[in-house]
C-alpha cells in the first residue's frame, strides 16, 4: 500500500487530504470496468477512513466515515471523450454494491490516471458533455472527475518511493522515442528496486509490458540494456524476454486472419528473437515470410533447442 500512499500524496489537493487518513488505505477487490472496455481501461478501489474530528459517522458514534478512492487507468493513445460518463456508471455499480452488502453509501473520489499519446482534450466533467442551457444543467448530476494527464507532468517532478517513480516515467514515455532514451536508466531503476533481480515477478512483467506496449522500442535494444544491467540474470530474462515476442508474433498472425499467418507469425517471433539473443545473423521479417512453413518450423525448433541448452549451461 505504500505505493498507493505516496501516489494519492502527491496528487490529491490538500483540502482532501486534510480530510482522509491515509494510513488506513486498503485495496478493495473487484472491478467496475465494462468488458468491452479492459482492453484499454483498468481500474483499482481503495478505502480510506475520513479522520474522525472532521466527520461524525450517520450511526453517531465516534468511528470515522470510510471514503473510497476509485482509480481508473486509461491506456488509450487517444482521450475518449465518454470518460466522465464511463466513471458515472462505474461509482453507481460500486455504490449498488455496498447496498447489497448492507453497508452506508460512502463518498467515492474518483480519479483517471491517463497516459495517451495525445493531450487530454476532451471532457473533463459530465456538465462538458450535456448539450443543455445552465438552467438545466444545474438539476442534472454534478460530477467532475480527478484527471492526472501524465503526459503534462513536469519532467523535473519526482516521487518518493522508487517503484513509483519508474511506474510513471515508463508509463509517461512508452509511446515515443523518449522510451528508447531513457530505457537504460529504466532498467537500472528495476534493478534497484527488485534487489538486483533476486525479486523477478515485477522485472517480468515490466519487460513484458515494454514489449507490448512500446512501439517505437527495438528488441535488441532491450535485450542489451537488460544484459547490462542484469548480468547474472541474463539467460532468465532473455528466455522471458523471446517467450514475450513468440507471443506478440503469434498475436500478429491471428491479426492476418489465415490460419497459416498465425503458425508464421509465431514462428517469425521466435526466430528473430532467438537468432538475436545467440548474435547470429538475423533474417529480416520479408525473407522468413518467403519461406515454406516446415523449413520456419525447423528453424524455431533448432534456435529455441539452443537457447534452452545455453541456459541451462548458465
Request: some cysteine; proline content about 6%.
Amino acid at each position: 500500500m505504500e505505493v498507493a500512499r505516496n501516489f494519492l500524496e502527491s496528487q490529491l489537493e490538500p483540502e482532501v487530504l486534510n480530510c482522509i487518513d491515509l494510513e488506513t488505505i486498503k485495496i478493495v477487490p473487484g472491478s467496475f470496468v465494462d468488458d468491452q472496455l479492459r482492453e484499454s481501461q483498468s481500474d483499482l478501489l481503495f478505502s480510506v477512513a475520513t479522520k474522525k474530528a472532521l466527520l461524525a459517522s450517520p450511526s453517531g458514534d465516534s468511528k470515522p466515515n470510510s471514503v473510497l478512492v476509485y482509480v481508473l487507468m486509461e491506456h488509450k493513445s487517444h482521450p475518449d471523450p465518454l470518460t466522465s460518463f464511463q466513471m458515472l456508471k462505474y461509482i453507481v455499480r460500486i455504490l449498488e454494491q455496498l447496498l447489497r452488502e448492507g453497508q452506508p453509501l460512502a463518498c467515492v473520489l474518483p480519479f483517471i490516471v491517463y497516459h495517451g499519446e495525445s493531450r487530454w482534450n476532451v471532457a473533463k466533467s459530465l456538465d462538458d458533455l450535456l448539450a443543455a442551457p445552465e438552467a438545466l444543467k444545474r438539476h442534472m448530476p454534478q460530477f467532475s472527475p480527478l484527471l492526472l494527464d501524465l503526459g503534462r507532468l513536469p519532467e523535473e517532478q519526482k516521487f518518493p518511493n522508487p517503484f513509483l517513480q519508474v511506474v510513471v516515467q515508463t508509463l509517461r514515455w512508452i509511446w515515443g522515442e523518449q522510451i528508447r532514451t531513457h530505457l537504460v536508466e529504466l532498467v537500472d531503476l528495476f534493478r534497484e528496486i527488485t534487489h538486483d533481480g533476486r525479486d523477478a515477478d515485477p522485472l517480468k512483467a515490466f519487460l513484458v509490458y515494454l514489449i507490448s506496449a512500446a512501439p517505437k522500442l527495438d528488441r535488441r535494444e532491450l535485450m542489451e540494456a537488460v544484459k547490462q544491467s542484469f548480468p547474472n540474470q541474463g539467460p532468465a530474462l532473455m528466455s522471458t524476454i523471446a517467450e514475450q515476442y513468440f507471443l506478440e508474433g503469434r498475436q500478429e498472425g491471428r491479426q492476418e486472419g489465415i490460419e497459416e499467418g498465425v503458425q508464421k507469425g509465431e514462428l517469425i517471433g521466435v526466430i528473430r528473437t532467438c537468432q538475436s539473443i545467440l548474435k547470429q545473423m538475423e533474417l529480416s521479417e520479408s525473407e522468413l515470410r518467403s519461406k515454406p512453413l516446415e523449413e520456419l518450423t525447423t528453424m524455431a525448433n533448432e534456435l529455441t533447442g539452443l537457447l534452452r541448452s545455453r541456459v541451462n549451461v548458465n
